[in-house]
């Protein structure tokens, strides 16, 4: 494993960091789901491409079980679009400081996230002002509350979206419908299931390191619009 550090952005949010190996090193956000930390996402470091900066935050909210929450209510529920607004705002605070910070914009992101996390990543990604340049979800969720309208504006991000078909907090029917929701709206969604609970199966984790070869290798700063 890479060598990290831990730091606390200007807005209270704890995180490890990957720092750049080159100046031109792609970055990726990794997010934690429900319970989880500042590490737990390194289990999948060895998916990302040689060098990529990779910054995973701490959630800001203590949940109800242990370990962190990115709301308030802190417990196993599937999360609405405005349970996420001041994690959201955390995150754009946090990125705005990696760019004073490193020179990455903020349109250069993947923002990657498990569970409770890949949904954060929607929440964030879909608002306005903040554009990625990808977005993973592993045994994730859209949140309830987003306007066609809304999806429909950022038809040119790339998403990667792996599920297990005997997942039992995020059912696999509820992944389907929120995949087909993005496809209608325009998303490019490389969709990957496999016959397991909530994680990630060994054929998904295969997808989504091909994933990011093809599409997150060298992510482009988009326009806003």
Same mark, same amino acid.
């Given at each position: 494993?890479?060598?990290?550090?831990?730091?606390?952005?200007?807005?209270? $949010?704890? =995180?490890?960091?990957?720092? +750049?190996?080159?100046?031109?090193?792609?970055?990726? /956000?990794?997010?934690?789901?429900?319970?989880?930390?500042?590490?737990?996402?390194?289990?999948?470091?060895?998916? /990302?491409? *040689?060098?990529?900066?990779?910054?995973?935050?701490?959630?800001?909210?203590?949940?109800?079980?242990?370990?962190?929450?990115?709301?308030?209510?802190?417990?196993?529920?599937?999360?609405?679009? +405005? @349970?996420?607004?001041?994690?959201?705002?955390? $995150?754009?605070?946090?990125?705005?400081?990696?760019?004073?910070?490193?020179?990455?914009? @903020?349109?250069?992101?993947?923002?990657?996230?498990?569970?409770?996390?890949?949904? /954060?990543?929607?929440?964030?990604?879909?608002?306005?002002?903040?554009?990625?340049?990808?977005?993973?979800?592993?045994?994730?969720?859209?949140? @309830?509350?987003? *306007?066609? *309208?809304? /999806? @429909?504006?950022?038809?040119?991000?790339?998403? =990667?979206?792996?599920?297990?078909?005997?997942?039992?907090?995020?059912?696999?029917?509820?992944?389907?419908?929120?995949?087909?929701?993005?496809?209608?709206?325009?998303?490019?969604?490389?969709?990957?299931?496999?016959?397991?609970?909530?994680?990630?199966?060994?054929?998904?984790?295969?997808?989504?390191?091909?994933?990011?070869?093809?599409?997150?290798?060298? +992510?482009?700063?988009?326009?806003?619009?």
């Amino acid at each position: 494993m890479s060598e990290t550090e831990r730091a606390v952005s200007e807005a209270g $949010l704890v =995180y490890r960091i990957r720092r +750049p190996s080159t100046p031109s090193s792609p970055p990726v /956000l990794l997010l934690h789901g429900l319970g989880g930390d500042e590490d737990v996402m390194w289990v999948f470091e060895g998916v /990302l491409p *040689e060098g990529w900066i990779a910054v995973a935050p701490r959630g800001p909210f203590a949940a109800a079980e242990g370990g962190w929450s990115w709301t308030r209510a802190g417990k196993e529920h599937l999360s609405t679009l +405005p @349970e996420f607004n001041l994690a959201v705002e955390g $995150l754009r605070f946090l990125l705005a400081g990696m760019r004073t910070d490193l020179g990455v914009r @903020e349109d250069t992101w993947v923002w990657m996230g498990f569970s409770q996390g890949a949904a /954060l990543a929607f929440a964030a990604a879909f608002a306005s002002g903040i554009r990625p340049a990808g977005v993973v979800s592993l045994s994730g969720f859209l949140p @309830e509350g987003f *306007e066609a *309208e809304a /999806l @429909e504006r950022r038809g040119q991000v790339p998403v =990667y979206w792996g599920h297990g078909t005997q997942d039992d907090q995020v059912p696999v029917e509820r992944a389907r419908r929120d995949v087909a929701r993005l496809r209608e709206a325009g998303l490019d969604v490389t969709y990957c299931e496999s016959d397991v609970g909530h994680k990630l199966g060994a054929d998904c984790l295969r997808g989504l390191k091909a994933w990011f070869a093809r599409d997150g290798a060298a +992510p482009k700063p988009k326009s806003e619009s």
